[in-house]
């Protein structure tokens, strides 16, 4: 039996409509429509078709249906000015990547969730309240995506053709789920980290908030998160300089940019050197890249755990894509490539908190 479900993820997955789809396997619009809403099943010469069009193997769309994410359970940034194509093939490979997520945890006990709900405080207060109840004090944290996989959090790529999703969360059967961009400066990508802990601590399951009040909460929950107050305050100066901002930027591994920001809002930036500070930033290039920034993206520690913890047990990469019915290029599109994580330097003997390694044990 084809799984309708199956046919409808797969092709979403890959950004086509049904129009794309019947052109490209010689099928009736109307037929594939059907298709996909179990009113008939494909024949198996039908089906080899649409698996080669689709880059599934066949196998993938004999499996148990499964359900697309709903679109109100995640937070996307920016998700009006998202277009529809790019928006369901994301939620489509997250949706793959649920099963993924399972495929390990039936193997291995990683952490539980140890997020609480905050949806109640102000955004700077709910990041003070965070950090003081994992215990980070007002310290630089070197690495955020191993700081929430230690919290419970799992992580995970976003293909890198989605090149307009930046990053989204929600909350799955009590599990909480980052999807990351991997285009972005690493810089971006602490910061996009930090942002989706927003959302899921502020607009959590209890709570669901969308659009633009909830990205505001979720941009002032990252700021203050990455850059506290009494940090911020204890190592720059009131008014300082933009070469004082590109420097200090590196203690807490922020775009300069989002430094001046946190630092106009801390009241430490008046309005007009917060204006000519942008400007002159802007006319260095750091509206769109860093300069001499950090030079590698923060990836799972996790899954390079479970994956080095498998292949010693002779479970390849490739083995794993095989249970989960899909290619290894698929597969490793959700996991970062498996690269190994490089802890950049901060440039200066400021103290930062190092997150633990995720606990991780066999499920016997």
Known sequence: MVSSSRIAIARKRRGLTLADLSERVGVSLQSLSNYETGRTDPTNETLARIAAALDFPESFFRKSDVDLLPLDAVSFRARSKLAAAPRDAALAASTLTLELNE?????????????????RLDAESAADVLRARWGLGDAPIS??????????????????????????????????FIFLSTLKSPERGR?????????????????????????????SFASAFLMPQDSVRNYIPDSPLPSQIIEAKKIWKVAAMALTYRLHDLGMLSDWHYRKACIELSKKGYRSMEHRGIPTREKSQLLEKVFSMAHGRGITTRHVADELDVSTQELNSWIFGLVVTVRAGSGRSVPSVVASRPRLSIVR
């Open 191 to 219: 910061f996009d980290v930090a942002h989706e802990l927003g959302h899921l601590v502020l607009h959590g399951e209890e709570r669901g908030l969308h659009g633009p009040p909830a990205e505001k909460e979720a941009n």
């Open 103 to 119: 495929w390990i945890e039936s193997r291995y006990k990683l952490p539980d969730a140890q997020l609480p709900t905050l949806g």
């Open 143 to 176: 690495n955020m995506v191993h700081l929430v996989e230690s919290r419970g959090v799992r992580v995970f790529s976003l293909p890198p053709e989605f090149s307009d999703v930046d990053a989204f969360s929600f909350w799955r059967n009590g599990t909480p």
